[in-house]
């Protein structure tokens, strides 16, 4: 049984990690494409620990990112939505697709629903996104939620050695934003 909420939106259901999501997720890890700018390819083992880290951030910290469930389908397409774990420069709403699911603005309507989620239950004043500067994806779906370029941030462990490019918005800005959508 997955602790946290179920949301949904026209076209996903986003719903804490579950067990059966692990097959999924391991091809999602095991591909280089995917995961050129999320840290790098992660066998098995390392997939597993990144689940579970995930699934238990909702027991300990009361949010996490969701496993994101394309509701046409029912397969797993990814992970987004809420992160800050150790070390984080901020509250972040997060993604990362499958290449299936790659073109689909699936990011956006997902990462939509979970910057409302964080802002309207979870309280949070400010939303980051962390990416890599070369991550011209990624970028294009932050600047379609309207938030935009704040800072550069040393990556930090187990991530060391990189800057990211933070982009972001205050909660405000993005109430104001959603009422004129």
């Known amino acids: 049984m997955a602790i946290g909420p179920i949301l949904e939106t026209e076209r996903l259901v986003l719903r804490p990690p579950a ?4 097959p999924a997720w391991n091809a999602f890890h095991s591909d280089p494409e995917v995961m050129a700018h999320l840290g790098g390819v992660q066998g098995p083992e390392l997939t597993w620990r990144s689940v579970c880290g995930m699934a238990g951030a909702w027991t300990i910290e009361g949010f996490s990112m969701f496993s ?3 509701k046409s389908t029912g397969a797993w397409v ?11 420069p901020g509250t972040e709403i997060g993604w ?3 290449r299936s699911a790659w073109g689909k603005g699936y990011a956006t309507e997902g990462a939509s629903a979970a910057m409302d989620y964080v802002v309207d239950i979870l309280g949070w004043t ?3 996104h962390t990416i890599l500067p070369e991550n011209v994806g990624s ?3 932050a600047e379609r939620l309207g938030s935009w370029y704040l800072r550069k941030e040393k990556t930090p462990p187990p991530f060391e050695g990189m800057m990211w ?6 909660a405000d800005e993005w109430r104001a934003r959603r ?3």
């Not at 067990?19 to 692990?22: A, G, I, S, W, Y």
């Open 19 to 22: 067990k059966e999501d692990l």
């Open 68 to 70: 994101v469930i394309e």
């Open 78 to 88: 990814g992970r987004l939505g809420p992160w800050r774990p150790a070390g984080w």
């Open 96 to 98: 990362g697709l499958a």
């Open 126 to 128: 400010e939303i980051i």
């Open 139 to 141: 970028i294009r779906v």
């Open 165 to 170: 490019d933070v982009y972001g918005q205050t």
């Open 179 to 181: 009422a004129h959508a």
